[in-house]
């Protein structure tokens, strides 16, 4: 895997959370996959607001994602940018618009997320992914 494919911030919460999808979102992590820097931040704070993590548990699991990741891409001003395009046209969140054109940025291939839909759109060269749809 590695570079060419980008976790969005409900991936790190899952590899980092009880929860049934756990498993998949941390062989993901492991893959070595690619992660924006406001994916860090988002992860940040569910896991200091939701998830019930202390600031020192924090900082350990954020160490683990930044040592697994092949790559950390900055949110620049031209994602900035192209995140306004991409909201625009199709209809994206805005944070959602950041990420994707944060992924794009970093020239990947792939972008795996749950709260995108799976495989029906295709952002310039990107697919989205849900890791956790069999298949």
Not at 120 to 129: G, P, S
């Amino acid at each position: 895997m590695s570079r060419d494919a980008f976790l969005d911030t409900n991936i790190l919460v899952y590899a980092f959370s009880d929860d049934p999808r756990s498993e998949r979102a941390s062989e993901l992590l492991a893959a070595g996959c690619t992660v924006g820097v406001q994916g860090l931040n988002e992860f940040a704070n569910v896991a200091l607001r939701k998830l019930g993590m202390t600031h020192a548990e924090t900082a350990e699991a954020l160490s683990v994602v930044r040592t697994l990741c092949a790559h950390t891409e900055p949110t620049t001003l031209a994602a900035h940018e192209q995140a306004l395009e991409l909201a625009g046209k199709y209809r994206l969140s805005w944070f959602d618009a950041v990420m994707i054109a944060t992924a794009l940025a970093a020239d990947c291939k792939t972008f795996w997320s749950e709260d995108l839909q799976d495989g029906l759109q295709v952002y310039d060269r990107m697919t989205i992914r849900n890791p956790f749809l069999g298949g």
